[in-house]
């Protein structure tokens, strides 16, 4: 994969760079803040090499790479200049969402970014229990120490990696952010915490009373602080004389927002995130079983609509305050695991060579935390796994819920984070949660081997004898015929040498291994999309097929040569107009495959897409039948 011209090709079509207000990335999406979701080409993206979907979801506009997400989104901003810090000097939009997307937006782009400090310092936590309980280290070695001190210190910090993605995500200035992260964890300051707790003497800033409260590994004080302070700056801004600006902006924006922390936000967010606490232990001492089952057997849904980071904060937050989260985690470990056994199912049931490849490698993934190959590759796609998922992971959510099990240090939920459940000086938290996970495994596995079959696809002999129906006007909105573009064979898209076509993931249809280079319209309508490399062409027809002529693979690299387009975006076209002429040979000696799938890319609007396969076909011959 280019990731250079993959970064270029999403800018492009996500409205470019000046469209674009903040962008962060997890473990297999590009998040996108944009200005205006109108700009962004959907269609072309999703139909973009390297990209397995689009979904916008909690106010982000949400490209679906997968474990190439890192280096993707490096390139993007490695061809960017003002996307990084997230800031923009021009005007707010007006933002019309619902105030629920507008939060899980907010909580996406502030823990996002700190995931990785937070997961590395919970691992070494995990080995540094793990020395212990069997005897290799001594909690009074030197050597414990040092490691120790090394993994709290993301969590002891976790105020000030908060006030720099706050910072980002509220765009206020970064350093002064992390300035009064600083305040709130000065060691004078948490001496003088020290001593009026045990002297009872209150602490006092001009008169004004400090509550006595530390603030290390506290996550809502520092976000309402700089929320706060995104609206001081800018009034800061506009009060300092011109001359000294400079010097005056940043005095006046600590000098309030430092006061305001340390005498009201700072004790107000303290107590938000007590109550927080104290409520799931309240949870837990009367249903801990409920919210472990609902989690694991919901994550998917969450995870597929991209709202499963709303959730994250509650477990880190759960780990700040009472030391271990009982809740969150153990939930979406059982989830995790449960959607990696489905689709190590399919891999193993399957008969199809395609589907076995696929299933495989995506369920060995998910094992590991990271689900969204194989839920959308696989189990969201053949529903049948999902179910067996959904069914799998709430047993074992219900078994960690009753049993207590504890998390202590994060990390993506997962076989690889298992450690992270090492706490209390003990192993049990580790058994029962491995225990957990087996359960997910096992009951997930054998229901989708159970229920799971092979999509049928019908033999060329079958569709031979099925009479296809000739449309009339009055019912052209419950089925539509699409007619070969091409003169070559027809084959099934399991054949095409790209998993983004031949595991259906752009949609159902066909390919055609092409004799001839020319391609015609297959049916009536408008051109949707072109692209700089004319290699490929979009098409809606007057009832809403949407299709995507790909003439061959990876063919976008060749920057147009050997192609030339006959039509131009928005053009209304009739069914046989000209739309590419090919090089067909040019193109096939350069090393490139020729093979050209023909997608529906909105399949799931319909009932069913019928195509036939290993066959003969001439421009006009009917390929798909389309039906609602």
């Not at 030391?323 to 489905?342: C, E, F, H, K, R």
């Not at 229920?451 to 909105?477: F, G, H, Q």
């Amino acid at each position: 994969m280019n990731y250079s011209d993959l970064a270029k090709e999403i800018l492009e079509n996500i409205g470019g760079e000046e469209n674009v207000q903040n962008l962060t990335h997890c473990a297999t999406r590009l998040r996108f803040n944009l200005k205006d979701d109108k700009k962004a080409k959907t269609e072309e993206i999703k139909n973009t090499a390297g990209v397995m979907g689009v979904t916008q979801s909690g106010g982000q506009y949400q490209v679906i790479i997968g474990s190439d997400v890192g280096s993707v989104h490096k390139e993007i901003m490695k061809q960017t200049t003002s996307i990084e810090s997230g800031d923009s000097n021009s005007q707010e939009e007006e933002d019309d969402r619902k105030a629920v997307a507008k939060v899980i937006d907010v909580i996406t782009g502030i823990f996002t970014p700190i995931l990785p400090a937070i997961t590395a310092s919970g691992m070494l936590k995990a080995v540094l229990s793990l020395l212990v309980v069997f005897n290799v280290l001594s909690s009074e070695s030197q050597s414990y120490q040092v490691i120790n001190f090394m993994a709290d210190s993301a969590f002891y910090f976790l105020p000030i990696l908060l006030a720099i993605s706050s910072a980002n995500k509220f765009r206020t200035n970064t350093y002064l952010a992390a300035m009064v992260g600083g305040v709130l964890l000065h060691p004078a300051f948490v001496q003088m915490v020290n001593t009026s707790n045990e002297t009872g003497e209150a602490i006092r800033l001009f008169g004004l009373p400090i509550t006595a409260v530390s603030y290390s590994s506290t996550v809502v004080p520092i976000i309402l602080t700089v929320w706060f302070m995104s609206y001081v700056e800018p009034i800061a801004d506009r009060i300092s004389p011109k001359a000294i600006k400079f010097f005056s902006k940043p005095l006046i924006t600590i000098a309030v927002v430092g006061t305001v922390a340390l005498t009201i936000l700072g004790p107000v967010g303290f107590y938000i995130s007590d109550l927080i606490s104290t409520g799931v232990l309240a949870l837990e001492s009367y249903s801990s079983w409920l919210v472990p089952t609902l989690l694991g057997a919901l994550t998917p849904l969450l995870v597929a609509t991209g709202t499963h980071y709303g959730i994250v904060p509650i477990g880190i937050n759960n780990r700040m305050a009472n030391g271990y989260d009982s809740i969150v985690y153990p939930g979406m470990l059982a989830s995790n695991v449960a959607q990696g056994a489905a689709a190590l199912a399919v891999g193993i049931k399957s008969k199809n060579a395609k589907i076995k490849q696929l299933a495989s490698s995506a369920g060995l993934t998910a094992l590991f935390g990271i689900t969204e190959p194989a839920l959308y590759g696989v189990n969201l796609r053949y529903k049948t796994p999902l179910y067996a998922a959904m069914i799998g992971g709430g047993v074992s959510g219900l078994f960690m819920g009753i049993v207590g099990v504890r998390n202590f240090s994060g990390g993506s939920p997962g076989l690889l984070t298992l450690p992270s459940y090492i706490g209390d000086d003990t192993l049990r938290h580790l058994t029962m949660a491995s225990i957990g996970a087996a359960i997910a495994i096992v009951v997930t596995f054998v229901i989708t081997l159970i229920i799971y079959k092979d999509p049928v696809e019908e033999t060329v002999e079958e569709r031979a004898t099925e009479p296809v129906k000739e449309l009339k006007t009055s019912d052209a909105v419950n089925s539509e015929t699409v007619v070969s573009p091409m003169v070559g064979t027809a084959v099934s898209l399991s054949e095409v040498p790209d998993e983004m076509f031949s595991a259906e993931i752009l949609g159902k249809g066909v390919a055609i291994q092409p004799t001839e280079g020319i391609v015609v319209a297959p049916i009536s309508g408008t051109v949707t999309a072109t692209f700089d490399s004319q290699h490929a062409v979009g098409i809606t027809s007057d009832n809403g097929v949407e299709l995507l002529i790909h003439v061959g693979i990876d063919t976008v690299q060749l920057n147009g040569e050997g192609y030339r387009y006959a039509i131009e975006k928005d053009q209304r076209i009739e069914a046989g107009d000209t739309l590419i002429e090919f090089d067909l040979e040019a193109i096939a000696a350069k090393g490139y495959a020729t093979i050209t799938p023909v997608v529906v890319t909105n399949s799931n609007d319909y009932g069913d897409i019928i195509s036939v396969n290993q066959t003969e076909v001439s421009l006009g011959d009917k390929i798909i039948q389309v039906i609602k």
